[in-house]
């Protein structure tokens, strides 16, 4: 939903037009198959990015990389451990530092995790992960420890953590806001003009009191490489989404 806002800000910071790859999808796993309904989409480390990461086409092209992963706790609802969800992220840190990326990272909201109700919870648990039979105490524990976990690798890796404030939640508590989105975006990336290896000749200032510039409208939107669909498997090639300043966009 938020895709064509993620990007266009991203390169408000970091420059465009650009090549862009995403593994992204309602619900999404970053290590197993995840079914929304009635589509099924891989896991973000067995997706088709990173063979295109690592493609001789990619390699060629010239630096800086840049790199966003965000929504780290769907998979603590799939019923998976904090080490094996660990795993999977410093799995794709590690290929994302492999292709010298600045990466900027979303924690866990636990600021507004830790003040969700027991009813609350159960329903929300019940309305997106229906499979899900963990009480809220077990979340909010398996929580704590990804998000622990995420801070640690900064010892392992160059990248920036970003805590999320609960003032850009929405009302279930582990969303960002739709309302929100822009400002909420707009403040996160500044983090890329943080990083130390980051080129100064990329940043656009930006003011508080700047009025929002008009998105471009797609010229093409992506759809997913691979996808099931009522159990049938659909082939995309890539990229498959463009805007009219020559941004391409694959999305796996």
Known sequence: MSLRLIIQLLQRHCGGPSEVLVAAGHGRSYGQNSQVLVRELPGIVRSGLWRQLYSEESQRLLQPNYAFLTDIGNDILYGFSSAQILHWVAWCIHRLHGRSARIVMTNLPMA??????????????????????????????????????????????????????????????IHVSFWKRYAYYEQLFTCFANTDSFSRNH?????????????????????????????????VSQPSGYFDDQTSVSLY
């Open 203 to 235: 940043v656009v200032p930006v003011s508080k009191d700047d009025i929002k510039p008009l998105l471009l409208p797609w010229r093409r939107r992506p759809q997913f490489a691979v996808r099931k669909v009522l159990g049938k498997i659909k082939h």
């Open 112 to 173: 507004s995790i830790a003040l969700l109700s027991e009813r609350r919870f159960k329903l929300l648990r019940n309305l997106f992960y229906p499979s899900c039979r963990l009480s809220r105490n077990e979340v909010v524990d398996r929580a704590w420890a990804v998000h622990q976990g995420l801070n640690e690798l900064t010892k392992r890796y160059p990248l920036t953590v970003h805590e999320p404030d609960p003032q850009w939640m929405s009302m279930d508590s």
